[in-house]
């Protein structure tokens, strides 16, 4: 079963708005990683964020963690159309796996 | 390779059919995973190859999927007696070294079972 669990399921916003997706996971983490999948293609890494790491940058994207809150978010500012796509929380912990949230479907209306 | 690479990538089998799909990660990566992913959800781990050692299967559903990885480079997730619960994406991630890095995604191999 999954352990991440993310907000909204489902976002649909204008090209140039922000866009913003939530994710909550169960156990402490070595790391927490965001990816995008569009309709019917693999994953693709998007940005992994450390334990001991507050806040990441990676051009349009920035992502935050709060260990004490066991959450994460992930920001795209100035979204595109093509940013349509699926997102996911990944968190690792140190044993087995990955570990996927259910994801966000983002939607950018151009 | 330039990237991972999964073949089949849509497979059709009729329940009952035994059917094996293949994964071939990029040249020089220790670790290779197997996820399931259903229709509108998030991938789900099978099992976790270092080289050629199958470290962890317990996600594996049942007794009817086996996973190998002969040679430390492609490996095989073969389904025994399909059935249509096994209908999704079988996706195939590989990394340089365990999971403290990125994981690189395949395309995914779309099973349907009629």
């Known amino acids: 079963s999954q352990q991440g669990e993310e907000d909204p399921q489902a976002l649909s916003i204008q090209e140039g708005e922000n866009a913003t997706m939530n994710c909550s996971y169960k156990?402490?983490?070595?790391?927490l990683q965001w990816y995008r999948q569009n309709s019917g293609r693999g994953l693709v890494h998007l940005i992994l964020i450390r334990s001991n790491e507050r806040e990441k940058h990676s051009g349009r994207l920035r992502v935050t963690l709060d260990t004490s809150k066991k959450s994460s978010s992930l920001l795209i500012t100035a979204s595109r159309a093509a940013d349509t796509a699926s997102y996911f929380c990944a968190s690792y912990t140190g044993r087995r796996a990955l570990t996927f949230g259910s994801g966000t479907r983002l939607q950018v209306q151009p | 390779g330039a990237g991972v690479s999964q073949s089949p990538r849509y497979k059709v089998a009729k329940r009952g059919q035994d059917v094996a799909l293949r994964c071939d990660p990029i040249?020089?990566?220790?670790?290779l995973f197997w996820y399931q992913q259903a229709l509108g959800q998030g991938p789900e781990f099978l099992t976790y190859f270092q080289n050629e050692a199958q470290l962890d299967k317990s996600g594996l559903p049942s007794d009817r999927f086996f996973a190998e990885r002969p040679e430390g480079s492609v490996s095989t997730l073969k389904i025994q007696r399909t059935q249509q619960e096994d209908s999704a994406v079988y996706l195939c991630?590989?990394?340089?070294?365990?999971?403290?890095?990125?994981?690189?995604f395949g395309q995914g191999t779309r099973l349907t079972v009629v």
């Open positions: 040249s020089g990566h220790v670790s």
């Open positions: 991630a590989s990394t340089r070294q365990g999971l403290d890095t990125e994981a690189f």
């Open positions: 156990t402490s983490i070595n790391n």
